[in-house]
């Protein structure tokens, strides 16, 4: 079975919660348990925060958009979801930086630093392109049903 799913949304804090859900309910097909379910709704919040509170920086305006793309494999009971999550914000200048834990360019009392960290935690694959001043695309790809991380590296 291959499916896939678009959406391109405002970049608005509410949408946030929207866009978790919407990858949940499209991973539903995939048969995840609740805690690879928690893990999908984690990661895609970390990376659609990103968008809206660096890429944009909490600016409201229509132009300023995060598109999800999701694609979903299955076969004989293991499935395995593809999620891209692209702005076209500021774009991050220095990618090995950013993704160091405890790393944020806003105050450490607002933000903790540690959403790369827990994308690349919460899923099996995680990569992140990115063009200053044109935006950026996180890829994440979920396992599902076959064990998590310890079976991919087997
Ligand atoms: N989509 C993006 N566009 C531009 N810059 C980004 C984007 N995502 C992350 N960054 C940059 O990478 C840094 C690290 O991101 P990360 O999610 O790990 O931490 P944070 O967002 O600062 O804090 P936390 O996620 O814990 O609230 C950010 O502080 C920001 O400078
Ligand atoms: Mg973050």
Do not use: W
Request: glycine share 8%; aromatic share 8%; charged share 25%.
């Amino acid at each position: 079975m291959k499916n896939y799913m678009k959406l391109e949304i405002a970049a608005i804090s509410e949408n946030e919660s929207f866009a978790r859900s919407a990858v949940a309910a499209f991973a539903l097909n995939l048969n995840p348990s609740l805690s690879e379910l928690s893990d999908i709704k984690t990661a895609v919040s970390e990376a659609v925060t990103n968008c809206i509170v660096h890429a944009y920086k909490g600016k409201r305006s229509p132009e300023n958009k995060i598109f999800i793309d999701c694609r979903a494999e299955a076969e004989q009971g293991e499935g395995v979801l593809h999620i891209d999550v692209t702005d076209f914000g500021c774009g991050i200048e220095n990618l090995d930086e950013a993704m160091q834990p405890f790393f944020t360019t806003l105050s450490p009392n607002e933000r903790a630093g540690m959403g790369f960290t827990i994308m690349q935690a919460f899923t099996n694959s995680f990569s992140a392109r990115s063009v200053k001043g044109e935006g950026t695309t996180i890829s994440m790809i979920k396992k599902i049903g076959a064990g998590g991380k310890e079976e991919l590296n087997a």
